[in-house]
């Protein structure tokens, strides 16, 4: 798993290691019961504060996507598909917006987006 942490990009440092970890734990880079870097080892390897590390972790925590033993580490949980389709959902929704305000300020009917969105699942793009 690479993280790589840009002081450009809109999220906070921890948000930007969360989400890192969120993806490559949909994408199956990181498997169920996976072993996450140490919170010291991840801090000295991005050089920033261990306590950013541990935040990330603790908001991962908390989500559910992973589980912490205490003398042995961090894990990837065992994926809660309901948790998953909510933060995809989530994502979709946030598409949805930004696609919305676009088609308001172009002056594109709601019936012209729903062709758009007609064609793209009908190709499957």
Not at 5 to 24: C, D, M, P, R, V
Not at 41 to 70: C, H, M, W
Not at 114 to 124: A, D, H
């Amino acid at each position: 798993m690479n993280i790589i942490i840009s002081n450009n990009n809109g999220e906070t440092i921890f948000e930007q290691i969360e989400n890192a970890i969120k993806q490559a734990i949909f994408s199956n880079e990181l498997k169920e019961e996976d072993m996450l870097p140490s919170v010291r080892s991840l801090a000295n390897d991005l050089k920033i504060s261990f306590l950013t590390v541990k935040r990330a972790y603790d908001e991962l925590e908390q989500a559910g996507f992973i589980r912490t033993v205490p003398g042995k580490g961090s894990f990837v949980a065992p994926k809660n598909l309901e948790l998953i389709k909510e933060e995809k959902l989530k994502e979709i929704q946030d598409y949805i917006e930004k696609i919305y305000n676009i088609s308001k300020v172009a002056n594109i009917s709601e019936d012209e987006i729903k062709e758009l969105f007609k064609i793209i699942f009908e190709e499957g793009i």
